[in-house]
Nanobody, 121 residues
Framework: QVQIVESGGGLVQPGGSLRLSCAAS????????MGWYRQAPGKQRELVAS???????NYADSVKGRFTISRDNAKNTVDLQMNSLKPEDTAVYYC???????????????WGQGTQVTVSS
């Protein structure tokens, strides 16, 4: 089994900062990419930021320059530092890992349970 656990959400004022953390554990052979998605009420889930095991990053245009993703491959963790937060960043944030559980397996998507981020004065 694989567990994806997020932490760090909460309520913050516009212009403030939050840091989200995620850890993958369990029967993991290797992880290709880890990242963060978000889903606001009435909207589709969207990619926020991701990072491959080689360090290649991908950011949504709406968060470039404000959010920074970091990853520890040895610990199977990924963090998202969110600065200059805006009300439109309010959403449930989900951690995602693209991993395989044994050498012959295909890479599959695993998701955390989500953590709420609310940006409001």
């Amino acid at each position: 089994q694989v567990q994806i656990v997020e932490s760090g959400g909460g309520l913050v004022q516009p212009g403030g900062s939050l840091r989200l953390s995620c850890a993958a554990s369990g029967s993991i052979f290797s992880i290709y990419a880890m990242g963060w998605y978000r889903q606001a009420p009435g909207k589709q889930r969207e990619l926020v930021a991701s990072m491959t095991s080689g360090g290649t990053t991908n950011y949504a245009d709406s968060v470039k320059g404000r959010f920074t993703i970091s990853r520890d491959n040895a610990k199977n963790t990924v963090d998202l530092q969110m600065n200059s937060l805006k009300p439109e960043d309010t959403a449930v944030y989900y951690c995602n890992a693209d991993l395989r559980t044994y050498l012959g397996d295909s890479f599959r998507q695993y998701w955390g349970q989500g953590t709420q981020v609310t940006v409001s004065s």
